[in-house]
């Protein structure tokens, strides 16, 4: 039979227990029988009974059984032909097998509702541990209670580095007077309202990253309407921020390059548009109808190259920026330009600048533009 522990008693140690008293349950019983006495030892009896009962459960039903009956047996050669003692010692072994079934019966529903309670428990645990959100529940004083592995990765603190302990708060909030802050707001307003929503911080995380969380945040109280701990749900917004930023920035950048270029081009089209009024007048002149020509092919050239500029253009801010080769920049824009005999120099220290993806078209302008006014002179 396969034994289960108990709270107080180590597994290891059940069947060595239930066999010493049932023996020395046993042993008494042949002493006092063999003496003359038949009171009293017998309720020794009931401490094997209840151990294999509760251990063991239903399955210790025969072996309780058993027991009493042997006990039966014994007094029935000891005691016999006393008609009352054998009555009273099978009233007595009735007594032990109804209380071991009533203990098995008892302890069966009892390992019943503890089974029933750890896959709760593990199921709660499976989803606080797979969901992809922050979720951590920490007591009135801040210590954390649970740390879920989203908050593992977000933060990049292990649970056993902070579970029980309230000083992930000050590595998360480092500086001193942002973390009095934040604390002192969330204080408020769960004061207030007993729940916090869509509040943000931004967190230091272990590798020294800074991450954008949104919080979520209820007090849960206890049976004497106190706050006793606190569920918190963090959702990871830095992303989100920075597209949010990077789209901000494109507006910005693509309603100055609206204005910018309206402008230029209506200034290329007005020139055009005086030339075209004065070629009318000069149309039977050859000379100067040609250096009029001349004038409107450039107004044009200027307003095709307004144009393409645009079209580089309306993409400058909508990725966020990264770190970029200044070198790499410069020999990307060199591979598309007709550099003939222009030599260009790089920088042998080869620095890096955090900028957008079309970093490139600014060497390309410059050097464009360079090497065209160069030829010109």
């Excluded at 200027?302 to 990264?322: K, M, S």
């Amino acid at each position: 039979m396969r034994s289960v522990s108990g709270d107080l008693i180590p597994t290891s140690f059940v069947l060595p227990l239930i066999a010493g008293v049932t023996i020395a349950a046993i042993a008494l019983t042949l002493y006092c029988f063999s003496h003359g006495i038949s009171t009293v030892f017998m309720h020794l009896y009931y401490l094997p009974i209840i151990l294999i009962a509760y251990f063991y459960r239903r399955r210790g039903i025969p072996v309780l059984t058993g027991l009493s009956l042997f006990y039966l047996a014994l007094a029935a050669f000891f005691l016999y032909p006393s008609i009352i003692e054998s009555g009273a010692a099978v009233l007595r072994t009735g007594t032990f097998i109804l209380i071991g079934v009533v203990v098995a019966e008892l302890s069966e529903r009892l390992e019943k509702k503890k089974e029933d309670c750890r896959i709760a428990q593990e199921y709660q645990k499976s989803i606080i541990d797979n969901a992809n959100v922050w979720l951590t529940i920490l007591d009135a004083k801040g210590k954390i209670l649970i740390w879920n592995c989203a908050a593992e990765t977000m933060s990049g603190y292990h649970a056993d580095e902070v579970l029980g302990q309230t000083g992930i708060w000050k590595a998360l909030y480092p500086d001193k007077d942002y973390r009095r802050k934040i604390t002192g707001t969330i204080t408020r307003i769960i004061t207030e309202k007993n729940y916090l929503e869509n509040f943000e911080s931004e967190v230091r995380t272990k590798n020294g990253s800074t991450r954008t969380i949104s919080w979520n945040t209820r007090g849960m109280m206890n049976d004497e309407g106190a706050v006793e701990w606190y569920v918190a749900i963090g959702l990871d917004t830095t992303e989100h921020k920075r597209a949010e930023e990077a789209l901000r920035q494109a507006y910005k950048q693509l309603n100055l390059l609206s204005s910018i270029t309206r402008h230029d081009i209506l200034n290329q089209l007005m020139a055009l548009k005086g030339y075209l009024y004065l070629s009318h007048e000069v149309i039977d002149n050859p000379t100067i109808l040609s250096g009029y020509l001349q004038k409107e092919e450039q107004a044009a050239n200027a307003i095709e190259a307004q144009i393409t500029f645009t079209r580089d253009y309306q993409n400058l801010g909508v990725a966020a920026p990264e770190w970029q080769s200044v070198n790499a920049s410069i020999d990307k824009a060199l591979s598309g330009l007709p550099m003939r005999d222009i030599r260009v120099e790089v920088d042998p220290k080869n620095p890096a600048i955090f900028a957008d993806r079309l970093f490139e078209k600014v060497f390309y302008n410059l050097i464009d533009n360079a090497s065209v006014t160069g030829v010109r002179r």
